[in-house]
């Protein structure tokens, strides 16, 4: 067989690859680029990439990511014969400041039998999306006023953290990224902090307890802290929210250190507050920090009981503050929807304890409006399901676990919604993760016909976006991984 027709039947290989592939000649001439390698440069066809690799740079420039000390050209490794892999490059032109990609690249160098090269291949893979969607993450996560920390559970070190977090702390990013948990310790001080390692190094769900952050300066700082199981890329992580109750915890210290104290304290103190007769849970007292965050004032609230005078609107609140008073000793925040007098509901965390004020028995209700904490958080889950949803960079498994923080307590129901054989096998297959095309080949089924069924599915759902369709999925029992019957 000759050297020609050799070729001939290489180019018929490879033409078809989602690869790019670009074929060079010893002498540096560029041989023939498959359709995948001309897209993605932008061109229209193989003869724009130029004639060979000095026409090439003319054109194209080539700069590494993230390597401080970059080796040379990679056309010209290429050259050499060095075979390498995964270089990541930006591919610029200075014809078109629009044009921009990123590329992984490795070589392929194909040897005759005296050891010579006889074929030299540059191998290209558009990776533009998923440093996108690396570059928009990075931009909210950060910018996110929730304070947040993600920690690698492979070697348990926090690979990133927010400016919330450094805010609240103190602690400058680079004391963190790249430090174990151990060394800066998100769980410090943690009321169950033996369930919290062991929830950590399982990868499952952190539950919400208090904590006593050390900071840098040889303080603490009082916060609630929660992990919250995810994936970046392939890598399993745990995301670690915080809410600072340093507020809270130095007024409930000041209120118990002198009863002589007990009413400037309670009136200053910038935690909203009730004052609770422990026999009927009638209010005695309430602080101007109450009035000003719940629009209440003493005229509304005194001699009546919480859920008397509206704050408790809600079922579930009304149960969870009856269980509360019900308790003893102190009793730690639990998270409920509170209502303002005007009627919007806010987001708080209700701690009671019982004083003693001469022979009587109160109790002290610290109401702390969380409305912003968890308005943040949700923007962060939105903001990372919202990328994921752009590209397949990301696992099916971080919008499971998205979904099931966003509506909690849904999964296993069923569908609401009365579905058709064809428009069930239509969600399953689209929950499993495939496109249109894969499904149209799965069913046998020509495109047409399956865009025709998605869409009706789409209109009976009411939803708008694959990433609705798949979340919608989740809630209703069509897990990621399942097949069509």
């Known amino acids: 067989m000759t050297e020609a027709v050799e070729r001939s039947e290489l ?71 060095e075979s390498f892999r995964d270089e990541i490059v930006d591919v610029t032109s200075p014809r078109d400041a629009d044009l921009a990609f990123v590329h992984s690249l490795r070589s392929l160098v194909v040897r005759d039998a005296g050891g010579a090269p006889s074929c030299l291949a540059l191998i290209l893979q558009n990776v533009t999306p998923q440093f996108e969607a690396e570059e928009r993450f990075e931009r909210t996560f950060g910018a996110n006023p929730a304070p947040a920390v993600i920690c690698r559970l492979s070697d348990l070190r926090h690979v990133k953290v927010n400016s919330g977090f450094l805010e609240m702390t103190g602690y400058l990013r680079d004391d963190v990224v790249g430090r174990s948990v151990y060394e800066i310790d998100v769980l410090a001080g943690a009321r169950n902090r033996d369930l919290a390692i062991e929830r950590l190094k399982a ?22 802290v929660a992990g919250q199981p995810i994936e970046m890329g392939e890598e399993p992580c745990m995301l670690f929210t915080f809410a600072d109750l340093e ?45 000003r965050v719940f629009g209440y004032g003493e005229d509304a609230v005194i001699g009546r009981t919480p859920q008397g005078f509206g704050l408790l609107r809600r079922d579930a609140a009304r149960e969870h503050f009856a269980a509360l008073v019900a308790r003893p000793g102190p009793t730690e925040g639990f998270e409920t929807c509170l209502n303002h007098q005007d009627g919007e509901e806010l987001d708080s965390l209700v701690s009671a304890e019982r004083v003693a004020i001469g022979d009587a028995e109160f109790l002290l209700v610290v109401l702390q409006d969380i409305t912003d904490r968890k308005r943040g958080e949700r923007e962060l889950f ?61 069913l046998g089924l020509s495109r047409n016909t399956v865009r025709n069924h998605t869409a009706a599915l789409y209109r009976k759902l ?24």
């Open 11 to 81: 180019r018929q290989i490879v033409a078809g690859l989602t690869e790019g592939v670009i074929l060079v000649e010893g002498d540096g001439r560029i041989l023939w680029a498959n359709d995948a390698a001309v897209a993605m440069h932008g061109a229209e066809s193989a003869d724009a990439l130029g004639a060979s690799i000095d026409g090439y740079r003319q054109i194209y420039r080539m700069r590494y990511r993230d390597v401080a000390s970059p080796p040379d050209h990679p056309m010209d490794r290429l050259m050499a014969g």
């Open 203 to 224: 990868g499952r769900t952190i539950p919400q307890m208090e904590a006593s952050l050390n900071l840098p300066d040889g303080g603490s700082r009082f916060v609630i």
């Open 247 to 291: 507020l809270r915890r130095k007024a409930e210290i000041a209120l118990r250190q002198s009863e002589e104290r007990f009413e400037t304290a309670f009136r200053l103190n910038p935690v909203p507050t009730l004052l609770l007769r422990a026999s009927d849970q009638a209010v005695t007292g309430i602080n101007a920090a109450f009035t």
């Open 382 to 442: 939105a903001a990372i399901e919202t990328v994921m949803a752009d590209t397949s960079w990301f696992s099916h498994g971080l919008i499971e676990k998205l979904a099931s923080l966003r509506h909690p307590g849904r999964r296993g129901e069923g569908p609401a919604v009365r579905l058709t054989f064809r428009e069930r096998q239509m969600l399953e297959l689209i929950c499993s993760g495939l496109s249109d095309e894969a499904i149209s080949r799965r």
């Open 462 to 485: 009411g939803l708008h976006k694959r990433s609705e369709v798949i979340i919608w999925g989740r809630d209703n029992g069509f897990p990621s991984g399942g097949t069509a019957g």
